[in-house]
């Protein structure tokens, strides 16, 4: 099947309930730790309520087939399609599941209103970027910021919220999937982290991020 077949077919009653399973599965497992997550509750049921669908907006779509497996198949820019994976085992369909949903989840949480989130988080960074609007000059509109030095700082860098995503994400997948999927995942976000310059490390134990410079 082409990228176009995956993302044109429609799954019978069999297929849908074999789909209806793991999605199934993949909430219950996210909602059975949201009590003890700082993320609020109302997150998980947006974020889990779109991730899982067969046919995500503007993102692709995901299903079964019989005597075949699981597959997932990604919408880009303009429209092109890219097959993530097809054939995949109930198992391996949920780790990667619970992999994305924990990654948009986290996400949503830094970002949705993230002047409060850096705000509640800045003092703990040594320098915090500040917006002061914007400015329009010759026709052309910018965003002006400045930076601000902050005391009694922990992190000798300017703020980050990738820090706060990464940890967030690790948390639940810490909870949901096996040590192996873990430790994957934590290798990924370590290397995510430390694209621009090795400074940071995972600690397993705090399940932070810490500065190693």
């Not at 019989?66 to 109930?90: A, H, P, W």
């Not at 198992?91 to 990654?103: F, G, L, Q, T």
């Not at 810490?174 to 694209?195: A, F, G, T, W």
Request: with cysteine.
């Amino acid at each position: 099947m082409t990228e176009g077949d995956y993302f044109c077919y429609e799954m019978n009653k069999d297929e849908m309930d074999k789909w209806e399973e793991l999605i199934s599965d993949v909430k219950k497992s996210f909602y059975s730790i949201a009590d003890i997550s700082e993320i609020p509750h109302q997150v998980f049921v947006d974020i889990l309520g779109r991730t899982t669908m067969t046919k995500e907006p503007w993102n692709g779509a995901k299903g079964y087939i019989s005597n075949s497996g699981f597959y997932c198949v990604n919408e880009g820019d303009r429209g092109k399609l890219t097959l993530i994976y097809s054939g995949y085992s109930y198992e391996e369909a949920k780790n990667d599941m619970v992999a994305r949903c924990a990654k948009e989840i986290s996400y949503a949480y830094v970002t949705r209103d993230i002047k409060e989130f850096r705000e509640k988080h800045k003092n703990q960074w040594h320098y915090c970027r500040i917006d002061d609007g914007f400015e329009t000059t010759n026709g052309l509109t910018r965003m002006k910021s400045h930076i601000e030095e902050q005391e009694n700082w922990v992190y000798d860098g300017e703020y980050d919220y990738r820090k706060y995503w990464f940890e967030s994400l690790l948390f639940m997948i810490k909870r949901i999937l096996d040590n192996k999927e873990y430790e994957h995942n934590v290798v990924y976000y370590e290397e995510c982290m430390n694209h621009h310059a090795k400074i940071w490390k995972f600690n397993r134990k705090t399940e932070i991020f810490e500065m190693i410079i």
